[in-house]
């Protein structure tokens, strides 16, 4: 009996998922998480986005199920922005370690 690896085949079993969907994406919620998450990286809030040294950083908005984000490329007065979309916690993550690199690139860069 040959095994699949042997046989140059790749093949992943099926996982289970138990009968369980993964929870649904609250986005309020995330939103307020969110908005601690980044005054404790000591960004400052000012209306829907959050400012680091007076300069327009992050902005934030809830769109339905969904949170949008504009992240500024540069630390400038007038940044251009990236664009993005929160729609679970995988991608919630991914955006605050995206800005904490982003930070730590802004203090070497100053």
């Known amino acids: 009996m040959r095994s699949p690896r042997s046989a140059g085949v790749h093949a992943m079993p099926d996982l289970p998922d138990f009968g369980f969907a993964p929870p649904s994406f609250d986005a309020a919620g995330a939103l307020v998480r969110l908005r601690r998450a980044l005054r404790d990286l000591r960004l400052v809030e000012r209306g829907d986005g959050f400012e680091l040294r007076g300069k327009r950083v992050v902005e934030l908005q809830q769109d339905g199920a969904a949170i949008a984000t ?41």
Do not use: M
């Open 70 to 110: 504009r992240l500024a490329r540069k630390l400038a007065a007038t940044p251009e922005f990236d664009r993005g979309r929160i729609a679970d916690a995988a991608e919630q993550r991914k955006f605050v370690d995206e800005l904490k690199r982003r930070l730590e690139r802004w203090e070497r860069e100053e």
